[in-house]
């Protein structure tokens, strides 16, 4: 074999390792939402430490959420201490961590009033680096 299809042939299978690694983690992460969720999507995160200036390190994306159903998010922490938001427009709705009791939620539910998009945010406690594994379920009521 000549060294450039030595080169792709390492590469793909390094990729393909990389992905089966991170679909058990997934996976794990999925089986640790709780009895009665289904499995929609993961959130995978990997962020740096924030400046100390600037804005905090954040991992956006936006979802749409049915009216009248329990949706339930869980985070697999893998480094750092994460916490997930879950914003209608500008306006904070829940989050899995409260800084003014100190207090940690995981999983947490939501039962969504109205259809729309909403968007899911996480960062990690003091702007510090981190990576994490968020995961969005459909729980049954």
Known sequence: ???PTIFVVLTIA?????QSDRQK?????AAEAGEGAIYLREFVVDLPKSERDGQP??????????GNNIYRFNLC?????A???I???SNMILSTYDANTNKEFNPINFLCRKTGQYNIVITF???KAGETIGIMSHVSK
């Open 1 to 3: 074999m000549k060294l």
């Open 14 to 18: 390094a990729t393909l390792l990389f």
């Open 25 to 29: 983690m997934v996976q794990a992460c």
């Open 57 to 66: 390190a954040m991992y956006r994306q936006a979802v749409v959420l049915r």
């Open 77 to 81: 922490n893998q480094k750092g201490e």
């Open 83 to 85: 916490v997930l938001r």
């Open 87 to 89: 914003y209608d427009s």
């Open 125 to 127: 406690k003091n702007g």
